[in-house]
């Protein structure tokens, strides 16, 4: 009885620490976006993304407010959006985005984690080149008919649409769209009372690379060290 209560509380502070991350990451997300675009959801169209994608990871609403209020005030922390490009051990491309207040602190630590889980920090450009930065919109699918939202999406910059799986097993539909159309798909999804559960710009690898189990687990482990980091807020990699 005792270990599996240890069991269960291993997984509840490790369940704890993702959401307390995944809080943290948009309240940057949020801050950011007030600055940029005001606080007003109506108007600003990226905080109502960051509104969604709130919801998703149940935010609580008084967290939301604060973090607008946080980014409204005279002490508002100004923070700096970098992408690092790395290899994690075994050639597998690794980026890292983060959004930090302190970009020396941010590259000092990053190194570290690479030099430490046998990689390298790479220069800009070293690595990017084998992603392509697009956005990922992830609906339910009750109530919608796939062959004909496709359609109506096309005009407005899909680029590819298929289910998948969510979470927790749930059925989803994920849409990719360029970068650069990811405006112009929420403004095409709001239309159609259509709200996504969330809405990103993720970098997906052109290609991906297959290692064995064993190799593979070096990677993660990168990868997990990496997104531990306060000022990470996401991590891609092409590994299969």
Not at 113 to 118: A, E, T, V
Not at 177 to 198: C, V, Y
Request: a negative charge.
């Amino acid at each position: 009885m005792g270990r599996i209560f240890e069991v269960r509380k291993a997984t509840m502070f490790a369940r704890w620490d993702k959401m307390a991350k995944q809080f943290t990451r948009i309240g940057k997300e949020i801050a950011i976006a007030v600055k940029t675009g005001g606080p007003d959801p109506a108007t600003n169209s990226t905080l109502r993304r960051c509104f969604q994608n709130a919801k998703a990871v149940n935010m609580p609403k008084d967290r939301v407010e604060a973090a607008i209020k946080r980014a409204m005030g005279k002490e508002m922390v100004n923070y700096e959006e970098i992408l690092y490009e790395g290899y994690a051990p075994h050639g597998i491309a690794v980026l890292v985005e983060t959004a930090t207040d302190n970009p020396t602190r941010t590259v000092a630590n990053v190194r570290s984690y690479f030099n430490k889980g046998g990689g390298v920090l790479g220069t800009s450009g070293s690595v990017s080149f084998q992603f392509k930065k697009l956005g990922v919109f992830k609906l339910k699918p009750e109530g919608l008919n796939m062959e004909d939202l496709e359609l109506e999406l096309i005009d407005f910059g899909l680029e590819d649409m298929g289910e998948s799986s969510g979470e927790h097993g749930e059925p989803i539909i994920v849409l990719h769209t360029a970068f650069n159309d990811f405006g112009n798909m929420q403004k095409a999804l709001e239309s159609r009372n259509i709200i996504p559960l969330t809405a990103e710009a993720e970098w997906i690898p052109t290609t991906t690379v297959e290692l064995s189990e064993e190799h593979a687990q070096d990677v993660l482990k990168l990868v997990d060290k990496l997104e531990q980091d306060e000022d990470v807020q996401k991590v891609f990699h092409n590994l299969a």
